[in-house]
């Protein structure tokens, strides 16, 4: 009996100290190939779209492979904790991970699910403007999708 309790004690001390551990709110745990967007449910494979969603206050990562996924995810599922949220997308010229906040968005773009938005890193607004772009923040992104894209 005394065996027992010496590892029942152990096992709740490691959930315990388990529980009191930070959530790593880094971007880039998103596995290409086998994770599914939170809205479509497809498997995400393209590496210039992909966004993750970091909650930290649930201890949650939401996937999606395609701005407007998720901009319908959020005014569909009235989730009105977005701004405490850490968002990530992937730069569609390098596919490495920035801050979709402070990214800088233009349109027309191939996109996994049609809405045609991609994000790059902010260094390269000038170089989309010399292209003829318009730049987009990203909540003017997400607005236009749910107001006229998400009907």
């Known amino acids: 009996m005394r065996r027992f309790s010496y590892w029942v004690a152990i096992l709740v001390a490691w959930f315990l100290l388990a529980g009191c551990q930070e959530m790593d709110t880094s971007a880039g745990k ?5 994770d599914i ?4 449910k497809m498997i995400i494979s393209d590496r210039n779209h ?3 969603v970091v909650y930290p206050k649930e201890r949650r990562r ?5 701005v407007g996924c998720l901009a319908l995810w ?13 968002i990530y997308v992937t730069d569609f010229s390098n596919g490495r991970w920035i801050e979709a906040r402070s990214a800088t968005w ?3 773009y191939i996109t996994p699910m049609a809405f ?8 390269k607004k000038e170089m989309l403007e010399a292209q003829g772009k318009h730049i987009y923040q990203f909540s ?8 006229e894209k998400g009907r």
């Open 30 to 34: 998103l596995r290409f190939d086998r």
């Open 74 to 86: 959020v005014r569909d599922n009235q989730i009105s904790w977005l701004p405490e949220a850490l």
């Open 116 to 123: 045609g938005y991609a994000a790059f890193a902010p260094e």
């Open 106 to 108: 233009a349109e027309g």
């Open 140 to 147: 003017e992104v997400m607005e236009t999708i749910q107001k």
């Open 62 to 66: 939401y996937y999606f492979d395609d």
């Open 37 to 40: 967007c939170e809205r479509c």
């Open 50 to 52: 992909a966004l993750e």
